[in-house]
Nanobody
């Protein structure tokens, strides 16, 4: 069972930056793709970024392209989401998930259960 724990959220002003962390524990596979999803109040959960197991393939939602960067360190079993030039629309609970491939994550096909997520709030 993949166990992923998100951290790094908080309150930031518009234009600011945050870095999210997704640490893996338990039975994980270093060949899994990873993705960051977010769910704003009253909206469906959406994928914002995904990365292949070796980091060679990345995906970004149009709404975050050029502002967010996903990366991973397999030795540390951690995936990161660097968020820059943040806007109020980025306010949401952010979740990380594992998948067999980035294409699977893009259609919402993830492995394991959702974690608690980390709250990100961008103030104007």
């Amino acid at each position: 069972q993949v166990q992923l724990v998100e951290s790094g959220g908080g309150l930031v002003q518009a234009g600011g930056s945050l870095r999210l962390f997704c640490a893996a524990s338990g039975r994980t596979c270093s060949l899994d793709a990873r993705g960051w999803f977010r769910q704003a109040s009253g909206k469906e959960r959406e994928l914002v970024a995904a990365i292949s197991w070796n980091g060679e393939i990345t995906y970004y939602a149009d709404s975050v392209k050029g502002r967010f960067t996903i990366s991973r360190d397999n030795a540390k079993r951690t995936v990161y989401l660097q968020m820059n030039s943040m806007i109020t629309e980025d306010t949401a609970v952010y979740y990380c998930a594992a998948g067999s491939a980035t294409d699977k994550l893009r259609v919402g096909d993830h492995l394991g259960s959702w974690g608690q997520g980390t709250q990100v709030t961008v103030s104007s």
